[in-house]
């Protein structure tokens, strides 16, 4: 399967313009942002738990990235509130499930091959630093190694400012709003762009919290073709 799989174009997604649609799980529903492969893809999602539903055990050969947008998100490893920024790197295992139910953005086999760090964040607990060259801005940094950054971005009312996009870009509005290229994202947008195509956005009037990656589009390839 491919979606959005053309690395070289700018894309962005809202949730008004995508429907839910059923996992081999019962009760897990996914929205498809981009995927580059079949069931065992490349993949970016927006991925919903119902309460009580659940994953059997399994291995993430090429690592998996989430936040937790809703509810609680639990596996062997913990309990997973609203905010939480996890890092399952290439060759990890576990049983993911959501007693209560759940919401998280996942972006599957996206990782170094070498990686082996376990991240486990709660954003909320984070502090910021005001970004110099772009006032109204504050930064949150999550990872970063020579093969990409990720961080939250913290954007005041009113804030007009560029995302650089070295090796690309991908955004996701966690809460309020921001415009781009004459359209309004507000929660659950997402939006990137390709390798050195950065973009002007500018934050709604109750400001914006956005999670950005950077750098990770330099190395894109389906599962097996590394």
Do not use: C
């Amino acid at each position: 399967m491919e979606l959005n799989a053309d690395f070289d174009q700018s894309v962005q997604v809202t949730p008004a313009e995508h429907d839910w649609v059923s996992s081999p799980m019962p009760g897990v529903e996914r929205m498809m942002l981009d995927r580059l492969g079949a069931e065992v893809a490349r993949a970016t999602t927006i991925v919903r738990y119902a309460p009580g539903s659940a994953f059997s055990a399994h291995t993430h050969d090429g690592g998996e990235e989430f936040i937790v947008l809703e509810g609680v998100f639990e596996d062997e490893h913990g309990a997973f509130p609203v905010g939480s920024y996890i890092r399952n790197p290439p060759g990890s295992s576990h049983t993911p499930s959501a007693p209560e139910g759940a919401v998280i953005f996942v972006k599957l086999w996206q990782f170094d091959p070498e990686d082996r760090s376990h991240v486990r964040i709660d954003t909320g607990k984070l502090g910021a630093v005001a970004d110099a060259a772009r006032p109204g801005v504050s930064v949150s940094p999550l990872f970063e190694d020579p093969y990409e950054s990720v961080s939250m971005e913290t954007w005041a009312a009113g804030t007009e400012a560029t995302v650089d996009a070295p090796g690309g870009a991908e955004i996701f509005v966690l809460s309020g709003s921001i415009s781009a290229d004459g359209a309004t994202l507000d929660p659950w947008s997402w939006m990137r762009r390709p390798d050195g195509e950065g973009v002007l956005l500018k934050a709604g009037a109750d400001g914006a919290r956005l999670w950005v990656k950077r750098g990770h589009l330099r190395h894109v390839s389906a599962p097996g073709n590394r």
